[in-house]
């Protein structure tokens, strides 16, 4: 399996950017992919999650109402649209496998993941 996160890059606070995942490899057991957020010093946050064959997805209450997450399946690709981003959204941006996905809880990665990608919202 491997994944290649792209699309970082440095926005002003209310701007939008995207983030693209490529993944190849993957088997039944890997249609759930999440994008995954860490700062240093703090605690790496699950921000979205989607079950690529049944659509279910799961956002983070940081982010929900701003990020929408989505797949192309025939591309084998997730995105992540960022709308109306803030300051506390500057983090290195991951995709990865997801473990446990649960709608309006939680997700958890897995065993793999992309490189990370670095978005930074300026205020």
């Known amino acids: 399996v491997q994944l290649q996160a792209s699309g970082g890059g440095l926005v002003q606070a209310g701007g939008s950017l995207g983030l693209s995942c490529a993944a190849s490899?993957?088997?039944?057991?890997?249609?759930?992919i999440g994008w995954f957020r860490q700062v240093p010093g703090k605690e790496r946050e699950g921000v979205s999650c989607?079950?690529?064959?049944?659509?279910?997805?799961y956002y983070a209450n940081s982010v929900k109402g701003r990020f929408t997450i989505s797949s192309d399946n025939a591309k084998n690709m997730v995105y992540l649209q960022m709308d109306s981003l803030k300051a506390d959204d500057t983090a290195v941006y991951y995709c990865?496998?997801?473990?446990?996905?649960?709608?309006?809880?939680?997700?958890?990665?897995?065993?793999?993941w992309g490189r990370g990608t670095l978005v930074t919202v300026s205020s």
């Open positions: 990865a496998t997801v473990r446990v996905m649960i709608s309006q809880l939680g997700c958890w990665p897995g065993n793999y």
């Open positions: 490899g993957f088997t039944n057991d890997d249609e759930e």
């Open positions: 989607i079950n690529t064959r049944d659509g279910s997805t």
